[in-house]
């Protein structure tokens, strides 16, 4: 028997294989959810003013009536029309005068702050507050988001290239110290250059918890793939309702950061309990390893494997070609393109609206919440739709939907104002929801778009062109406090819907892949969704999934 044959006689997706994938797979996944937005509230940086000079116990909350006077006699609000902005953050008045009945326009100039005062209505204590990340430093806020992502690619390609050299496992469990020790460090980060480094190592461990991916899938049969592929991404917004609920709790970014990254202690128990993978093993000509541990998995299922498992084709490696191949003619080169646009419009959008939370006005904790609750809809109707509607259909209605309601906030803030704050808030939301059903599709349409023999290169390009969206998502929901004002509030998703319009009118140039053998070579590629390649290929009814070598996870 051949690989895939064996997993039948196994059981698809038996008792064995619901454990290693739950470890492996689902526990990963809730910490990388988490890890992966928890500098909202990391970084958060509340309404501020500067500390009066003159006052040795000053806070943003008025105390009293002395108090109040002396916030408007030195930091007056610049922009009475700008109803955002109570006080100036960054600049408070200098008078020359030396007593307080003398405060005249003429004897004040404006000062640059050296020291701040936080509202405390939000968030507790943050890292951009303990480093006073404000006014012009601003930037350094979106650079410090930016860092995980790109800590993502580099983990990907370095874990990814390490995996199929000594192992799923040995991968697996290098890239969990990591995220066990980053994560850990992060706590008692003590520098802006020290969070960004730390922060750098923390994707790159998540980057390299694929592997756990890689080990859980591989050892799922042909026709459970998709599902349990989609599946984990459940797990994976789990962890963005449990950051939710535990920053609501603790307020305070020493202790939420500390709380979310003690359990990846656990991980460390994964050299003794989980298994290599009996793919890679055979690929390596280790068949008895293998064998023993698709015994030892038959057992847990109850079932019986013949005596002799692996036949001279599981022992092959199938021959591959370079990912050059995909732009070797004009009809791979546009599609190629295509998906690659659609890789990173669909990250930066993800991601961008899940970091976007303190621009939408209203309860930050409860818009912060039904960002997180919209993928599970999202990733049911993939479910239900997918092998429906197909899978372009799918893509493109969640893409333009998404793009489209992101885009008509510009309405709502621009002639709504604070009347209209709540379908603004609304938008955004079905902008998620088509974003994360748009991340679903993706990883399947693509699998079963790229040829087999560069099915793997093909993924993982497009996999880094998604960690290039994700890196420019911060920029984007940062770009709004940029601005500022009620428009301000409307340009990250401005730009997020124009993006993801553009994006899922591209994919209709796509060939739909539902109920259609996919390619194998280079010319399957080429006249893949042609009348003459479903002569050819005897079009079936029904088709078994990409098999996990060809889906990467979600990195």
């Known amino acids: 028997m051949n690989f895939d044959e064996i997993l039948e006689k196994l059981g698809e997706f038996g008792r064995y294989q619901k454990i290693v994938y739950f470890l492996a797979v689902c526990l990963p ?23 009066l000079p003159a006052l040795e ?45 003398n405060f005249t326009k003429d004897s ?33 806020i979106s650079l410090a988001k930016s860092m995980f992502f790109v800590g993502v690619l580099f983990g990907a390609f370095g874990f990814g290239n390490l995996s199929d050299a000594i192992g799923r496992k040995k991968t697996l469990c290098s890239a969990a110290i990591l995220m066990m020790v980053s994560s850990i460090g992060l706590s008692w980060a003590s520098s802006y250059v020290a969070y960004v480094l730390i922060r750098f190592c923390m994707g790159a461990s998540y980057g390299g918890t694929s592997c756990g991916f890689i080990i859980g899938m591989e050892m799922v049969g042909p026709r459970k793939r998709v599902y349990a592929g989609i599946v ?92 050059w191949s995909l732009f070797s ?23 961008g609206l899940s970091l976007n939370t303190g621009n939408l006005a209203g309860d930050f904790y409860l818009n912060y919440f039904l960002t997180a609750v919209m993928d599970f809809p999202a990733y049911t109707l993939c479910l239900m739709l997918m092998d429906r509607w197909g899978r372009k259909k799918c893509h493109c209605s969640a893409m333009i939907l998404g793009g489209i309601a992101c885009l ?36 399947v349409f693509s699998a079963e778009l790229y040829p087999t023999v560069v099915r793997n290169a093909g993924m993982g390009a497009s996999s880094c062109c998604a960690r290039i969206g994700g890196i420019l998502a911060p920029y984007v929901a940062d770009s ?76």
């Open 408 to 443: 008509s906030t510009i309405l709502t803030t621009t002639f709504g104002g604070k009347d209209l704050q709540w379908l603004t808030t609304t938008l955004a939301m079905i902008g998620k929801l088509g974003s994360a059903a748009a991340f679903a599709v993706i990883y």
């Open 329 to 351: 003619s004009k009809t791979l080169l546009t599609r190629t393109l295509i998906l690659f646009f659609n890789w990173m419009v669909v990250s930066m959008t993800y991601y």
């Open 108 to 140: 004040k100039q404006k000062s640059k702050c050296s020291e701040w005062v936080y509202s405390d209505d939000i968030h507790g204590k943050t890292f951009a507050t303990k480093m006073n990340i404000v006014c012009e430093d601003r930037f350094r």
């Open 232 to 323: 984990t991404n459940y797990f994976f917004a789990f962890g963005f309702i449990l950051l939710g609920g535990i920053a609501y709790v603790l307020r305070d970014w020493f202790w939420i950061e500390l709380c979310l990254s003690i359990p990846t202690v656990f991980y460390l128990s994964y050299w003794w309990i989980i298994p290599e993978s009996p793919r890679w093993l055979l690929r390596k000509g280790r068949l008895e390893e293998a064998e023993m541990i698709l015994r030892r998995a038959a057992e847990v299922n109850k079932v019986l494997l013949p005596e002799k498992l692996f036949d001279e084709e599981a022992q092959n490696t199938p021959s591959t070609v370079r990912i």
């Open 29 to 51: 996944s809730v910490s990388g959810g988490a890890f992966m937005v928890i500098s909202v509230f990391l970084l958060g940086v509340p309404d501020h003013r500067c500390a």
């Open 480 to 555: 709004g406090v940029l601005i500022g004002g009620q428009f301000g509030k409307a340009v990250p998703l401005v730009i997020i819907g124009a993006a993801s319009v553009v994006a899922g009118l591209m994919s209709l140039k796509l060939p739909e892949t539902l109920n259609t053998r996919m390619p194998d070579t280079i010319a399957d590629g080429i006249s893949f969704g042609t009348t003459e390649y479903n002569k050819m290929a005897d079009v079936t009814l029904s088709v078994e999934p990409p098999s996990k070598e060809n889906i990467t996870s979600k990195l």
């Open 57 to 101: 116990n000053d806070t943003y909350e008025i105390q009293n009536e002395a108090h109040r006077s002396l916030v408007e006699i030195y930091i007056p609000n610049t922009d009475p029309d700008d109803e955002t902005l109570l006080y100036d953050r960054c600049n408070y008045f200098v008078y020359t005068n030396d007593t307080v009945t």
